[in-house]
């Protein structure tokens, strides 16, 4: 069973990085898309973005121009860097598995199996 | 590229039907038969419920069903039981490998 935990700092000040580590267990992190997404207190679900084990990536145009993914297929993790961070970026951050194909079936979907448990990370002085 | 749209609440009666709309646009929901359900526990991490408009993963009830209709999608819950009282988040494919998630629907077992 795959399983996913995330680990990083609690708070964050303003315009500084937020920097967050998923690690996998339970399985390889080779040939999967892994990915970020995050919930503020009392709000939905945002998508941020999602990397493949050769770490190509891609972002949520909204957040493009502040975000890193990155992964380390040699300790099963993959990271995330936002950058000048502000009020608005507290969130519980989640990652997550993406699967875009099956391979029973031999066709490409796209859903996130996999789910951490979330960290809340405060934005705040 | 914007949230999709979800009714903020709806409720039910234990052994009811209720559904759940998500609407989006030809971007989105409307153009990929890739859309997902989630389903959220206060204080716990979303569980897929439905992928790919209508197929359900392994261990997930079948009193829960999926659909599309243009640019709308729709989960389907039959035969309430309290344990479905939750957040509920659809979720699709908007094309230059990106998601979009719906706002969520909290779900009320009366």
């Known amino acids: 069973q795959v399983q996913l935990q995330e680990s990083g700092p609690g708070l964050v000040k303003p315009s500084e990085t937020l920097s967050l580590t998923c690690t996998v267990s339970g399985g390889s992190i080779s040939s999967y898309y892994w990915s970020w997404i995050r919930q503020p207190p009392g709000k939905g679900l945002e998508w941020i973005g999602y990397i493949y084990y050769s770490g190509s990536t891609n972002y949520n145009p909204s957040l493009k121009s502040r975000v890193t993914i990155s992964v380390d297929t040699s300790k099963n993790q993959f990271s995330l860097k936002l950058s000048s961070v502000t009020a608005a970026d507290t969130a519980v951050y989640y990652c997550?598995?993406?699967?875009?194909?099956?391979?029973?079936?031999?066709?490409?979907?796209?859903?996130?199996?996999?789910w951490g448990q979330g960290t809340l990370v405060t934005v705040s002085s | 590229q914007s949230a999709l749209t979800q009714p903020r609440s709806v409720s039910g009666s234990p052994g009811q039907s209720v559904t759940i709309s998500c609407t989006g646009t030809s971007s989105d929901v409307g153009g990929y038969n890739y859309v997902s359900w989630y389903q959220q526990h206060p204080g716990k991490a979303p569980k897929l419920m439905i992928y790919?408009?209508?197929k359900r993963p392994s261990g997930v009830p079948d009193r829960f069903s999926g659909s599309k209709s243009g640019n709308t999608a729709s989960l389907t819950i039959s035969g309430l039981q309290a344990e479905d009282e939750a957040d509920y988040y659809c979720c699709s494919y908007a094309g230059s490998y990106t998601q979009v998630f719906g706002g969520g629907t909290k779900l009320t077992v009366l």
């Open positions: 790919d408009v209508s």
């Open positions: 997550a598995r993406y699967s875009n194909y099956d391979i029973l079936t031999g066709y490409y979907t796209r859903f996130f199996d996999y």
